[in-house]
């Protein structure tokens, strides 16, 4: 690791600012993914802006037709919530099938989206719930903020602060563990809402992706055997030492049907 | 005054004491006055010609002392790392034994093959000026898989080396074998690989080197299984320093599996170098330089066919193997793939003949070497997979074809026809053991109650026996071994009774410090408290070999119980005198000696008083002091083996294998400690399942990375992967250590991968697969089953 520089703001528009104006400075949620890089040596950041300190950052409210997390609630804490565990179970179970119970326990939400890791596992919990990112200047939604690899259209500058999550009818999340590293080799969240299914696959490609055959076939009947013969293409999916594109295409066919299973149940 | 805690019983481990209240003392917890930072420089490439290292801008960088490269190790005239076995050809030609230096020299041959050692005053300061050499490397192609390396036109690793063949060894006879197939009723044929491994101990390689002027003396802290070994590879043919003038510890150490069991160039450049800077300097490897730098494991690849008359009666074995060595020859390299694999192909069969031919072949990878079981699970994962072939190719149940080739027990002892003798043995009683404890009778059920979820269900038998207890010396010299592979250990009683034990093997999380005190508690009556065990120091300790191939108990120990024999004796020259009595006429029992028939007696620790203060002692015929040392050089090997039974549940719609019920029933001899025996055998279970499931070293073949280079790639076993086992122990007695005791570290792992994919090809055979590699993962199983259920194509 090589020196930096710590600051630890108390208010958002510090932070921003702090962002803003030292170059290639970089904020740090949890860390679970930042502090490696830098023990490593992979990130040089002349500067770390800690968002522990900015105390209503964590949290998960009630909004009545939504949920709101806290950028920085970690995920123990969704996974854990009554609130999340009743309104929307699917995203309960997602967190809680994150890592192991130290990474849960210090990684963030809003770290995770920014992070965007092409087999992390809430980025198929966002898009497959159509959330909206919170940012301190604006709102993004979900199918807009993702860009691929480590992608995502946060400008520089620009600091997560919440996710805002409308209420499925139903939901779940089925999660193939890659087996070294318990990430999603393939995840798949689905969600139903009065006006449609989402379908968003997260491990199996560049990034996290919807499938609109497979929402469109839940959309007139949500039950797994509607998408048992829907396979997706391989083409563009990953191959790695772990899993073939064509094992993770048929996994996302397999995943997504446990997905509607867990929904149902 | 506590209680005597002897052979059988399961007290708690002494060393737990520390290690759970956090009080090791690691390499890493050492620091010296004036202590550096050193920081070895790694290849990035696979194979390369090492053109040129322009040091300035790192020699130039803040806090930087000094940095090294192999120019500077050839100008002090250092040694090559040395290899420990030298084996031949079938025509007595020796193995090709190009040099090993510390520092790379000419060029580089492995990914993390050592280039520089940087020397700062922090590890912060040795990284960043590491990173400012400039390196002119001229890339080679690689090369990285054995079938690869030895067809012609591969890359080259050594120019005198063609076709990157190290040996071509072999052992059996050919000619009988030839024979035997030519009259075999059917020949089962098989080709398998034997997954690279990786050891990960707990804790990352280490070491501290200081220099002491003032004596000329060197220090050196390492994470070692057998530091007096490193002293003597080290100084006498590396670093030319004398023995007398070299110290090597090796304090806690958090696992080794064989990892730490060989001299690294690490520890010779970190020697050198302070004498150098004349400063101590530590270095501690981090994980992803361990990936790339502890010497790996297994990598074969393998023909076997077996032959049988129509009865299933084995006729005879035939085995050809290439075997990867890595880049170089390490400590062990050349004798596991060899020496410790052809002895194993007799396993508890009765095959009368048996070829074996091995191609040792160097690749662009980390020099390979002996992991936990190091030879032996190989040899069990070719014979226990054929074996099933075997019997599903001619129709005759997998237990019945192994009761009638099985040794009976009567038969022991039992010369096989690839040099080893078996001295004990009971493997149909292992079966049958094992058959009970697994319920086999009920696995229908079992399966139905799986097939009903959708989910394919098998069950796997390896009954094996392996080879342990390294090693008789004078049978290791006849293969190759450069040196003795004998124990010592010294028995130190002090004069108030209390005992301390110098033994030359090493406890890296085996539970010596509570086994062998249970040994001198139950041979000299003393309370288990009151013995302590001293090792890993070479300034305390007598010569000794150390600790791996299941050697602790079966040769340390039997040299610690010499010692107490030796204790017992001298004991008893002396209550002689104090009783005025013949020396015939004293025993000694429970912690006392005492005149035959007669009420006359002396305790332990009053002839210990008597040794140390001899007022009245025979000081005419006898020494003063309590204190007697004992070598021990086995005879033979001792032969641990038993019965392992795996029950697999396999998804087909993902691939996944569930480990859902695991037994074993081996055989260990003696059982000093049932609970540290238990813990061996899980752990040895566990890894073996790992290689059998999870575990895979994969290398990119063009460039040489290391694809698998962490643990986010590289897959451990965890907690919830197993089932709770059942591990029962059904033992013979080894008939020449003198308590009867057989090795027990390595028998999980050398018996459970078989017991394993048996289980996995056996929950797939409906669908007409007859083999799985290692490891068998979901995406493997996948594919295997995506290719099984295919319509045969029409004609
Ligand atoms: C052993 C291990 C296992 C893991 N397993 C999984 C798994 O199974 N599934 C999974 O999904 N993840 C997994 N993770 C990742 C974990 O979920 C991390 O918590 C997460 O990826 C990052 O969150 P963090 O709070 O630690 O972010 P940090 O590491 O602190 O930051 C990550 C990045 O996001 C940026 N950032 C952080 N917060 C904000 C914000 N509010 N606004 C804008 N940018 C921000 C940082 O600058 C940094 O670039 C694992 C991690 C580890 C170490």
Redesign the pocket.
């Known amino acids: 690791m090589k020196p930096f520089a710590y600051h630890q703001p108390d208010q958002i528009p510090d932070a921003a600012k702090l962002l803003t104006s030292i170059e290639d400075s970089?904020?740090?949620?949890?860390?679970?993914?930042?502090?490696?890089?830098l023990k490593q040596r992979l990130?040089n950041p002349p500067a770390?802006?800690d968002?522990s300190k900015l105390g209503h950052?964590k949290g998960i409210t009630d909004d009545g037709d939504s949920i709101t997390v806290g950028?920085?609630t970690?995920?123990a804490q969704v996974a854990a919530s009554k609130l999340v565990q009743t309104k929307i179970p699917g995203l309960a179970a997602l967190a809680s099938?994150?890592?192991?119970p130290?990474?849960?326990s210090?990684?963030?939400?809003?770290?995770?989206?920014?992070?965007n890791?092409p087999?992390?596992?809430?980025?198929a919990g966002v898009l497959g719930l159509g959330a909206t990112i919170v940012?301190?200047t604006r709102e993004i939604a979900a199918d807009r903020f993702f860009l691929g690899l480590f992608e995502t259209a946060?400008q520089p500058g620009?600091?997560?602060?919440a996710i805002r999550f409308p209420l499925p009818l139903k939901a779940g999340y089925a999660?193939f563990?890659?087996p070294a590293?318990?990430?999603?080799l393939v995840?798949v969240f689905v969600a139903k809402f009065a006006d449609g299914v989402r379908v968003a696959v997260?491990g199996a490609g560049p990034g996290v992706f919807r499938v609109p055959p497979m929402e469109m076939a839940l959309s007139e009947n949500f039950d797994p055997s509607a998408i048992a013969a829907i396979k997706i293409d391989n083409d563009g999916l990953t191959s790695d030492i772990h899993a073939e594109a064509d094992y993770r295409a048929h996994l996302v066919t397999v995943m997504a049907k446990r997905a509607v299973d867990a929904a149902l149940s | 005054m506590g209680n005597v805690i002897g052979i059988g019983a399961s007290p708690k481990r002494k060393e737990d004491q520390r290690f759970l209240t956090g009080r090791g003392n690691y390499v890493s917890d050492i620091k010296r006055p004036g202590m550096t930072a050193g920081v070895f420089v790694r290849s990035p490439h696979g194979h390369a010609v090492l053109r040129g290292i322009d040091r300035s801008a790192a020699l130039a960088a803040p806090g930087v002392i000094a940095v090294l490269t192999g120019a500077d190790a050839a100008a002090d005239k250092l040694g090559s790392l040395p290899c420990g076995w030298g084996i031949s050809d079938a025509k007595g030609v020796p193995m090709k034994e190009p040099p090993f230096p510390m520092l790379a020299q000419g060029k580089v041959r492995f990914v993390g093959d050592m280039v520089a050692f940087v020397i700062a005053e922090t590890p912060e300061q040795a990284n960043a000026a590491a990173e400012l050499l400039k390196i002119d490397y001229e890339v080679l192609p690689s090369v990285v898989g054995v079938l690869e390396a030895f067809r012609p036109g591969a890359p080259q690793l050594f120019d005198d080396v063609p076709n990157n063949i190290c040996c071509d060894w072999e052992l059996g006879d050919k000619a009988a074998v030839e024979s035997a197939f030519r009259k075999a009723a059917h020949v089962a044929k098989l080709s398998l690989v034997n997954n690279r491994l990786i050891g990960n101990p707990m804790e990352p390689r280490a070491a501290i080197a200081e220099y002491e002027p003032g004596t000329d003396r060197f220090t050196l802290w390492t994470t070692s299984q057998f530091p007096h070994v490193v002293r003597f590879l080290m100084g006498a043919l590396v670093l030319n320093i004398p023995q007398h003038k070299l110290r090597v510890v090796a304090p806690d150490v958090g696992g080794g599996f064989g990892v730490k069991q060989f001299h690294y160039g690490e520890e010779a450049v970190i020697t050198w170098a302070a004498k150098r800077v004349m400063r101590p300097i530590k270095w501690v490897a981090s994980r992803s330089e361990g990936y790339v730098s502890d010497r790996h494991g297994r990598d074969h690849v393998t023909e076997a066919e077996l032959a049988l008359d129509e009865t299933g009666k084995f006729l005879a074995f035939r085995v050809n193997t290439l075997a990867n060595m890595g880049g170089y020859l390490s400590t062990f390299g050349p004798n596991i793939p060899t020496n410790l694999y052809g002895p194993l192909l007799g396993g508890v069969y009765t095959t009368p003949a048996i070829y074996c031919n091995v191609k040792v072949v160097f690749t662009n990878t980390v020099p390979v070497d002996a992991y936990r079981g190091a030879g032996r699970p190989e040899a069990t994962f070719v014979l226990e997979r054929i074996v099933d072939v075997a019997a599903s190719e001619m129709g005759i149940d997998r237990v019945e074809i192994r009761r009638r080739n099985m040794i009976p027990k009567e038969a022991y002892p039992y010369q096989t026809p690839v040099l080893v003798q078996y001295d004990s043995g009971d493997p149909m009683g292992c079966l049958d053991g094992a058959l009970v404890a697994a319920d086999v009778k009920n696995f229908g059920v079992r399966k139905s109650a799986s097939a009903s979820k959708g989910k394919f269900r098998g069950l796997g038998y390896s009954t094996y026996v392996e080879a342990c207890g390294l090693a008789p010396s004078r049978f290791a010299g006849r293969l190759g071994a450069r040196g003795g592979l004998y124990e010592s250990a010294t028995v130190r009683v002090h004069p108030t009774g209390q005992v301390t034990v110098m033994i030359g093997t090493h406890n890296h999380g085996q539970g010596h410090e509570t086994t062998f005190a249970q040994i001198v508690s139950e041979k000299l009556g003393v309370a288990f408290e009151n013995v302590d065990i001293v090792f890993g120091d070479t300034d305390r300790v007598q010569f000794g070999m150390g600790t791996y191939g299941s050697r602790s108990l079966v040769v340390g120990g039997a040299a610690l119980s010499k010692a107490t024999d030796k204790v017992v004796a001298k004991g008893k020259k002396i209550a002689a005198h104090l009783l005025e009595a013949a020396e015939v006429d004293i025993q000694f029992k429970s912690g006392k000696f005492s005149v035959a028939g007669t009420d006359r007696a002396k305790t332990f620790e009053e002839i210990a008083g008597a040794a140390y203060v001899p007022h009245d002692y025979p000081l005419e015929v006898l020494e003063p002091g309590l204190e007697e040392q004992a070598y021990y050089d086995p005879v033979n090997f001792t032969y641990p083996g038993g019965c392992h039974i795996a029950e697999v549940e396999v998804d087909p719609e993902t691939g996944t294998v569930t480990l859902v019920n695991y037994t074993a029933v081996d055989d260990v001899g003696t059982v000093i400690n049932p609970m540290i025996v238990e813990g061996q055998l899980h752990g040895g279970i566990v890894q073996g399942v790992g290689q059998a499931l999870f575990e895979n070293a994969v290398y990119d073949e063009s460039s040489g990375q290391l694809l698998s280079g962490s643990l986010?790639d590289y897959c451990m076993p965890r907690a919830d992967h197993m089932p709770m086992m059942k591990v029962a122990t059904h033992s013979t007695l080894c008939t020449h250590t003198p308590m009867g005791v057989k090795g027990c570290g390595e028998v999980g792992t050398i018996g459970s991968p078989a017991a394993v994919i048996n289980a996995v090809v056996d929950a797939l055979s409906h669908l007409g697969v007859t083999h799985v590699d290692m490891p068998a993962t979901p995406n493997r199983i996948w594919r295997l089953l995506q290719n099984a259920s295919l319509p045969v194509a029409a004609e």
């Open positions: 970089k904020l740090v949620a949890g860390g679970m993914t930042l502090i490696p890089t990130a770390l802006i968002l950052l950028a920085m970690p995920h099938m994150i890592g192991d130290a990474v849960r210090r990684g963030t939400i809003g770290g995770s989206v920014a992070n890791d087999a992390a596992d809430y980025p940012t301190s946060l620009e600091i997560i602060t999660k563990k890659a590293s318990r990430y999603a995840g997260t | 986010m």
